[in-house]
């Protein structure tokens, strides 16, 4: 190696901001979101109650819980995007709405008539909700793929797990908006299961697909 | 003296900011320190010690934005190191086992030689004398033996023998000339 390759490198280099694998992570994560919310309108529509619901507190939660689960993997990837660095300190904020919604989950179902509990586990649509989240996360974790190949990971796997389950969160947020279920205990077992698929998919990808060079 | 990792931090974050001079002595230093990270890690052979040190400082250079200014530089730089270091052990780089120089590891018949490597072999042996060339086709990529092919041509083995070795000299030549540049 010589020093004309020494100087060729120092001759290119340019300021770099504070922001670029913040920005580049956004980048990806919203060209994803985009798409997955033009497949959720044109594959299912948003939800025919939109108006009512907008005015109950578990609308918001469903949302409130994608949004929480998008922001703290998002910044759990975005140290992860680095080499050497660890999520430890990011990733354990999950604990909060985890713990917050199992608890008012809770508090739901011992309010409720033991008949009924069933229903509220299980809605109409428990089947095909984590599946339907999981497809509404693929977008967003391929732009979120592709946004961690221009980074530099070296922990693979919890790189993968990161933006998988950031896309988990994206892909939540987007099938909220279409889909009809109101209830706690719903939402923390079915919503955190399609969410938690799409980590274990990025965790499975991650060494396949998120080697840069 | 050997700069600290405070020192390597400062010249790291001026470099973020632009300043040419900072980031020239930061590479100098890393280059010796690659130099070595390699060296303790694989073979003695200069010139895969040297591509190592190249690519990861090419690396650092294209993924600095990727370097957190409160992060340690030293971590996050060997970081990188061993990712390279990683990958050249994927793509079967320990060319240090196969004797005769570098050019013998470009004919272990290996599922993963691209086209690309192929294509760089056959303009490197065109550069060889016509009989070298036939000879290294046989022995090397039809896999005869060195008996066989002496019969084939009518040379002794030992012709043979020392024909490949010049041949294959020149061929690791070739490609230490050109590899500089890749």
Redesign the interface.
Known sequence: ??DE???S??????????W??ARRLALGMSGGVIVSAVLMLVLLGPRPDMDQSMTTAMFWMKLAYALAFAVIAGFAAE?L?????SARGRIEWLAAPILLVIVIAALRLAAAAPDSRALMLMGESARVCPWRILFFALPPLAGLVWAMRG??P?RLREAGAAIGLAAGGAGAFVYALACTESTAPFLAIWYTLGMAASAALGWALGPLVL??? | MQPSEADLKALMIA????D?AA??TL??EM?WRLCAYFRNRLSRDAAEI?DL??DT???I?N???????A??FT??????A??KLI?HFRRGGRRQTVPLDDAAALFVTDESASVDARHDLEKALQTLPPATQALIRDIKLRELSNAQAAAARGMSETAVKVALHRGLKKLGAYFHGEG?AK
Do not use: N
């Not at chain 1, 995007?81 to 660095?85: L, M, S």
């Not at chain 2, 470099?15 to 632009?18: A, K, M, Q, R």
């Not at chain 2, 993924?63 to 200014?69: A, L, M, P, Q, S």
């Not at chain 2, 971590?75 to 990188?80: D, E, G, N």
């Open positions: 190696m010589s390759f020494l100087r490198l120092s001759a290119d280099l340019a300021p770099v901001s504070r670029t694998v140290r995007a680095r080499p050497a660095a980074l530099a070296t080697r840069w060079r | 470099s973020l900011d632009g040419k980031y020239r590479l100098e280059r040297d040190v190249q400082l090419m690396a250079h993924h600095r934005g990727t370097y957190d200014r992060q340690m971590a996050w730089s060997y970081a990188i061993r990712h990958d500089g």
